[in-house]
């Protein structure tokens, strides 16, 4: 069982810059993927980005990209998201998940944290 916690999130104005963090209890953490899922009221879950356990190849959403960048330290069994130049529509709650596999499915990814909310504001 991996349990997961995000940190960071909050309010920023337009083209401002926010950073999570999610915490892995798994011990395994070097050899499991993580990504990064939103979800935005009225909305469908929404697949933001993933790593692979190495850190390299990273995928990201065709609306993130060049925005967010998603990374990972293994010695700290944590992945982050740092996301610059935020726009009102990355409004969302953002939840960190582990998967087996590299993917952008979320029916790839079997344990999900709790969630934690970005606010952006024109």
């Known amino acids: 069982q991996v349990q997961l916690a995000e940190s960071g999130g909050g309010s920023v104005q337009a083209g401002g810059s926010l950073s999570l963090a999610c915490a892995a209890s798994?011990?395994?953490?070097?050899?499991?993927?993580m990504g990064w899922f939103r979800h935005c009221p009225g909305k469908e879950r929404e697949f933001v980005a993933s790593?692979?356990?190495?850190?390299?190849?990273?995928y990201y959403a065709d609306n993130v990209r060049d925005r967010f960048t998603i990374s990972r330290d293994n010695a700290k069994s944590s992945v982050y998201l740092q996301m610059n130049n935020l726009r009102p529509e990355d409004t969302a709650v953002y939840v960190c998940?582990?998967?087996?596999?590299?993917?952008?499915?979320?029916?790839?990814?079997?344990?999900w944290g709790q969630g934690i909310q970005v606010t952006v504001s024109s």
């Open positions: 798994e011990d395994t953490f070097s050899k499991i993927a």
């Open positions: 998940a582990a998967a087996l596999i590299l993917s952008d499915y979320p029916e790839d990814f079997g344990f």
């Open positions: 790593i692979g356990w190495t850190g390299g190849s990273p």
